[in-house]
């Protein structure tokens, strides 16, 4: 039977707006490598661009062969806890996927190892960046979305079998996108170690851009605009999509301006660096619920994070863990309270728009501090116990194999110098004055035959 016009002009516009969100959340890497480079030293500029463009092209071939099957791949022997179809988009497209929705969830993926990339920036062998990067996209990250996004998912809140009576929400990936990349991070700084010896262009520019593609990550994640709700006129997920925008909007600036007058207080003066973390830090926080809480609420969300983002970089200081761009204490450390403060404010009426499209009759688990039960809030925590021991079982031991390969970490001399210099042969700009070292290839050459 041929469809009708008015169906084949709703998933037209619905593809549109996916393929939209996904262009939205791509821009996010060129806001990752503006905010990357601003934050490392001059030295080290280029190397830190061309592992974001890295991330790019090895997660799109990993993600492609191996990552969008494990995470969504069901099939007729489908399971909760791997995908076991669609390797390289075989069979694709189908009844429930298509290559907008491949294309959607590449991004996510290989924005999950450019946060684990600045977590061992300005110290880390090429080599090892092409493997982790590889196996992050490919298997880690894709194996955690399965849990919780796909419908057989043994996390999911949309699988027949509900955690808890109620499943873990994570709408946009507070846990399964930022909390893997920051714990990932993690392990990769400790095992590093602290680098030997900052630069504040372009992080107010990359905060922006991954401001703006944030609009892509969260509200896109409806996948679809037109889906009407029963009952009303005027209602649907195009309402829950601006609604949506409006809190992650409120969390990222409660938590910025939150961050701003709170380093302020510690430190005695003002810091674009400090301000720019925090609106990041409110967005990873709201990432897992803003679908499903109120406006208010997510200004709840932003304070939060901003003082988990405070005081886990106060702990980090305190404990020698070097991570130029935070992104262990940012993403792990506020996807992490993201997942909490879901479980304590999903309104139940959000939760049926997002899950049920609007269905009368369903009910569902929601925020215990809203007289939810305790449902919602225990699948929350097991989302983030499981996370985090996925990521340091496998990442972990990863990160100390090239240890221990001695091809994670470079030489005292390339750091001095400067990666730039001693790995691609001259510098994405002239260094600063401050900086001293060789300015030229050759230079590095000449040292390195002298000492």
């Known amino acids: 039977m041929e469809p009708s016009w008015e169906s084949s002009v709703t998933d037209s516009i619905n593809a549109i707006y996916l393929l939209f969100s996904a262009y939205l959340v791509f821009v996010m890497q060129l806001g990752f490598a503006m905010l990357c480079a601003g934050s490392v030293r001059a030295k080290n500029a280029m190397n830190i661009m061309l592992t974001n463009v890295v991330d790019a092209v090895v997660g799109s071939l990993s993600y492609f062969l191996f990552g969008f099957a494990f995470a969504f791949g069901e099939g007729p022997n489908k399971n909760p806890f791997i995908g076991t179809s669609h390797f390289a988009l ?13 294309l959607y969830q590449w991004a996510f993926a290989i924005a999950v190892a450019g946060i684990t990339s600045g977590s ?20 880690v990250y894709p194996i955690a979305a399965h849990w919780v996004w796909s419908s057989s998912g043994w996390l999911s809140p949309s699988s027949g079998s509900l955690l808890f009576g109620s499943g873990a929400i994570d709408f946009a990936g507070s846990g399964v996108v930022h909390l893997v990349g ?26 922006f851009l991954l401001w703006f593609g944030w609009f892509g990550f969260n509200p896109g994640s409806f996948n679809k605009i037109l889906v009407p709700y029963p009952n009303t006129t005027d209602q ?3 309402t829950a999509v601006g609604r949506t925008a409006v809190t992650t909007t409120l969390a990222g600036s409660t ?6 007058f709170g380093r302020r207080l510690l430190v005695g003066h003002w810091d674009a660096l400090d301000v720019c973390n925090g609106v990041l830090g409110g967005f990873v926080a709201i990432t897992s619920g803003c679908s499903v809480v109120e406006p208010w609420a997510a200004i709840v969300c932003g304070f939060f994070a901003a003082c988990v983002l405070i005081g ?3 702990l980090a200081l305190k404990l020698k863990v070097d991570d130029p761009l935070e992104a262990a204490q940012l993403h792990g ?16 009426e959000f939760v049926i728009q997002t899950y049920d499209s609007g269905r009368i009759g369903v009910t569902r688990s929601y925020g215990l501090l809203l007289g939810g039960g305790w449902g919602l809030i225990g699948a929350q925590v097991v989302e983030l116990l499981v996370l985090l021991g996925w990521v340091s079982v496998t990442m972990g031991p990863l990160f100390y194999l090239l240890h221990w390969l001695r091809i994670l970490r470079i030489s005292t001399d390339e750091e001095v110098a400067g990666l730039d210099i001693s790995s691609h042969g001259g510098y994405a700009y002239n260094a600063h004055e401050e900086e001293s070292g060789p300015r030229f290839y050759g230079e590095y050459m000449r040292m390195q035959n002298n000492s």
Do not use: H, M
Request: net charge negative; with cysteine; charged share 15%.
């Open 90 to 102: 075989k069979d694709i497209p189908t009844s429930s996927y298509d290559y907008s929705f491949f």
């Open 255 to 260: 938590a910025g301006i939150v961050t701003l």
């Open 236 to 238: 649907g997920n195009w």
């Open 120 to 139: 061992i920036a300005e110290r880390t062998q090429f080599s090892a960046y092409l493997i982790f990067s590889f196996f992050l996209s490919g298997f």
């Open 182 to 207: 920051g714990v990932a991070g993690l392990w990769g700084s400790i095992i590093e170690g602290p680098r030997v010896g900052r630069f504040d262009a372009f992080v107010v520019l990359g905060t």
């Open 333 to 348: 450390g506020c996807g992490a309270w993201g997942l909490i403060f879901t479980g304590l404010f999903a309104k139940e």
């Open 312 to 314: 886990l970089n106060i």
